[in-house]
């Protein structure tokens, strides 16, 4: 009894289904009822998948399609070539993409790329002249400032703008203007020693 009613349901279910099927069809082959405003629909707008933009990076003007979904972080690592900013989080949240845009610190995961039209960008490769490092980057070193090394071009972008800003004044200051730039290596103590050592010589 029970294999009947459920080969009952079974049929009832596949006819109700088939017959609305032909149903259907019998509707748009005579074309009689269409939804509402369906007579009327167009096609979507077709948009551009790419945008031009120019900018300079380091210095070297660049112009070049984008999609305008990309990040700056992407733009620079994936097509530019410029691998120094690193991928960290993705989100905000570590500080290890840090780039300089018109010299203000951001975080390159979090900016769209069609908002560098027309900036300057500076990464961790444009920071050091020809024969010398920066002294932010020389100060790294000399304070054994990092253990793998994968925040580090964001600890040094940040650190540049810190001074710049005018907030390296102790080691407190500096602890809290560089809170946005995670080390998970702990290397903090080295950290704010660089910065405070490269503070002195940046004024200098
Ligand atoms: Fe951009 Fe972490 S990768 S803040
Ligand atoms: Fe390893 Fe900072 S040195 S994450």
């Known amino acids: 009894m029970e294999n009947e009613i459920r080969n009952m349901t079974s049929n009832l279910s596949r006819r109700t289904v088939l017959q609305s099927g032909?149903?259907?069809?019998?509707?748009?082959?005579?074309?009689?009822?269409?939804?509402?405003?369906?007579?009327?629909a167009v096609a979507p707008a077709s948009f551009s998948t790419s945008l031009d933009i120019g900018f300079t990076v380091n210095g070297e003007a660049v112009s070049m399609a984008i999609d305008p979904r990309t990040s700056v972080l992407d733009l620079?690592?994936?097509e530019i070539g410029l691998t120094g900013a690193k991928?960290?989080?993705?989100?905000?949240?570590?500080?290890?993409?840090?780039i300089h845009i018109d010299g203000k610190r951001v975080v390159a995961c979090l900016?769209?790329?069609?908002?560098?039209?027309?900036?300057?960008?500076?990464?961790?490769?444009g920071i050091a002249a020809e024969d010398e490092l920066h002294?932010?980057?020389?100060?790294?070193?000399?304070?054994?400032?990092?253990?793998?090394?994968?925040?580090?071009?964001?600890q040094i972008m940040s650190g540049i703008a810190c001074v710049r800003e005018g907030h390296a004044g102790s080691d407190?200051?500096?602890?809290?203007?560089?809170?946005?730039?995670?080390?998970?290596?702990?290397?903090?103590?080295?950290?704010?020693?660089?910065?405070?050592?490269?503070?002195?010589?940046?004024?200098?």
């Open 135 to 154: 002294p932010m980057q020389q100060a790294f070193i000399d304070n054994d400032a990092l253990q793998c090394g994968y925040c580090t071009p964001g």
């Open 172 to 204: 407190d200051e500096i602890r809290e203007y560089m809170s946005g730039n995670l080390c998970r290596c702990g290397a903090y103590p080295g950290i704010v020693a660089a910065i405070a050592q490269a503070a002195q010589e940046m004024e200098t």
């Open 111 to 125: 900016t769209p790329a069609f908002q560098v039209e027309g900036r300057e960008l500076t990464t961790i490769e």
């Open 22 to 40: 032909v149903a259907l069809s019998v509707l748009s082959a005579t074309g009689l009822p269409q939804l509402a405003g369906a007579q009327d």
């Open 76 to 78: 620079l690592r994936e």
């Open 87 to 98: 991928k960290g989080c993705d989100h905000g949240q570590c500080g290890a993409c840090t």
